[in-house]
């Protein structure tokens, strides 16, 4: 390995007591051993040539016999190999300096806020270089991805040097049981339970069913390698999401150890187990579901604990260092209540309706009040469903909308375009789709699609009631552009065929052509002084300035139709 042009040969020879042995030379000791005894080669291989790296796989050492004798995947493996319990490989913590523990909090579901909560409280700890993290768990579980990705988180804590624990007072079911098997350390009261961590999918009609076998299979793969990675009996790990899944108790016959394997285990192994018993926890169709004492015996967690201070103990943390639980602020709290699909339903349609007076208005409060809806819409999300990408769709959409409102005439392509981006980026961010595309994952839309169109209906049949009532309130009358010439007489019933008692419509057929000026922003509509009346017009183009030169290019119904002109009247 040293010398790259040495070259290296494995001879099989015959030694003086007739034992056939195998050894690695060089073409100097094989040609000693060929003059010496001629006889003596049995078979000759070359191992390296001269010009080649020395550079073997722990596979090709062991097929050729050379440095390497056993290889092993796993630390199982080679207390397997040296005949020593599985927990004999679990590193051991430095109890060099300072103890400082932190207590974190995974209460509930595990859903994405739970996700954010946990990620800001995890770095928290760290940045306060903690040598011990207590993740207290009381949770009926929630979406795998999650789980599976704060197990991993935890269990890349041992390469900071960071000792996690799992401490269980009640349950850690599903999800939980996954993130608990994460931690170096599982702690359970006596009677809390952890398990049946099977995958399950939202088929048709909200029902719920067993995942189909390639989830199975993902699900399997994660709860053995955090099994193996953590020194606890692998296919006992796998029974918790597989119900067919049977496991034995063996004893090894050379340490008299206790062990736990699946049968597929039994054959791969290399020495004969004897008798073994079934755990009847893994009979067939049961998930894996054990208390605290049962986990102890099947080696899966730590004799069971009475409560934190017994914790404290056998964790070897001072009864006068106080464990303050991390839990939820009220701005996690605020932030969880409008995650719920409730809470999107008003803000979207308060933040809807004050668009709708804004326009109508022009104030500027109704416009902040919007503003302020939709913040916190996003922000309730932020993190868990809804990230940048929903954002920039959201705003992309507004973007759109307000071309066509204010620069380009009519509602056309920018706008439809604009309110579709809107729609889509609000149900994106009520929602998180996880894993490949499919109909089931489709399906998880339904809910936030159908909240935010039935929002939607709401706010057209509101905006209506608006439109009539709105004009007439004393309030507000000041400020809502009104059509031309409206007033109490506008909304009086009137006789078909009688009289106009206010000339308007007449009127309105003589002001084509004629040219005044402009009172407030037209964008598009405002008010314009053509001769000596006071005008409700709408822009044809682009907006006019207050005290522009505007004519009257076409009259429809009640709208008056201006362009700015070069005229003055």
């Keep these: 390995m040293l010398d790259r042009n040495a070259e290296v040969i494995r001879a099989t020879v015959t030694g003086e007591d007739k034992t056939v042995k195998s050894r690695v030379v060089g073409p100097g000791e094989l040609q000693l051993i060929q003059k010496s005894n001629p006889k003596a080669v049995i078979e000759v291989s070359r191992i390296k040539d001269s010009d080649d790296l020395g550079l073997f796989s722990g596979e090709q050492a062991r097929r050729l016999d050379i440095l390497v004798t056993q290889t092993a995947e796993t630390r199982s493996d080679v207390a397997a190999i040296y005949g020593l319990p599985a927990r004999a490989m679990k590193e051991e913590k430095s109890s060099k300096g300072e103890t400082i523990a932190r207590l974190i909090k995974i209460d509930g579901p595990i859903e994405p806020m739970l996700h954010r909560f946990f990620n800001q409280q995890l770095a928290r700890a760290i940045s306060e270089k903690a040598t011990v993290i207590i993740f207290e768990i009381d949770s009926p579980g929630g979406l795998l991805t999650l789980a599976e990705t704060m197990a991993n988180d935890i269990a890349a804590l ?97 340490t008299g150890e206790i062990q736990f394997k699946t049968e597929a285990e039994l054959h791969a192994a290399k020495q004969e187990f004897g008798d073994r018993q079934l755990v009847a926890e893994t009979r067939e169709d049961n998930l894996l579901t054990v208390n605290g004492r049962q986990a102890h015996e099947l080696q899966l967690a730590e004799p069971p604990v009475s409560g934190m201070e017994e914790l404290k103990q056998r964790l070897g943390i001072p009864r006068a260092v106080e464990l303050r639980a991390i839990e939820r602020t009220w701005v996690d709290n605020v932030a969880s209540m409008l995650s719920g699909g409730g809470s999107a339903f008003m803000l979207f349609f308060f933040g809807s309706i004050l668009i709708y007076l804004e326009l109508h208005t022009q104030v500027g409060l109704c416009g902040i009040g919007s503003a302020v809806c939709f913040t916190l819409f996003f922000w309730a999300r932020w993190g868990g469903t809804a990230g940048w990408l929903e954002l920039a769709l959201f705003l992309l959409g507004l973007a759109l909308i307000a071309i066509e409102i204010f620069l380009i005439p009519g509602f056309g392509v920018f706008g439809i375009s604009g309110g579709l981006l809107v729609f889509i980026a609000l149900v994106m961010a009520s929602e998180t789709m996880t894993g490949s595309p499919s109909f089931q994952g489709l399906q998880k839309f339904g809910a936030p699609t159908a909240t935010l169109m039935g929002s939607l209906l709401t706010v057209i049949a509101v905006a209506a009631v608006i439109s009539h009532y709105l004009p007439q309130l004393p309030l507000l009358r000041r400020i809502v552009l009104e059509p031309p010439g409206a007033g109490e007489l506008a909304f009086d019933p009137q006789l078909v065929g009688s009289p106009d008692p206010t000339g308007l419509l007449n009127a309105d057929h003589g002001l084509v052509g004629q040219v005044g000026g402009a009172i407030s922003v037209l964008r598009p509509a405002g008010k314009a002084k053509i001769g000596d009346e006071l005008v409700d017009v709408v822009s044809d183009g682009p907006f006019i300035n207050p005290g522009t030169a505007i004519e009257v290019v076409r009259v429809e119904g009640n709208r008056v139709f201006v362009r700015e002109t070069d005229e003055t009247s």
């Design 158 to 254: 041992e390469e900071r040097g960071i000792h996690t624990v799992a401490w269980i007072p009640r349950e850690a079911i599903s999800g939980a049981a996954i993130v608990a098997l994460g931690c170096d350390d599982i702690y359970m009261h006596s009677e809390a339970r952890i398990g049946d961590a099977a995958p399950i999918e939202m088929k048709e009609g909200m029902a719920f069913e067993r995942a189909p076998e390639k989830v199975l299979s993902y699900t399997r793969e994660v709860l053995r390698t955090l099994a193996e990675k953590k020194g606890r009996p692998p296919g006992l790990a796998e029974a918790m999401a597989d119900k067919d899944l049977k496991v034995f108790r063996v004893v090894n016959p050379q």
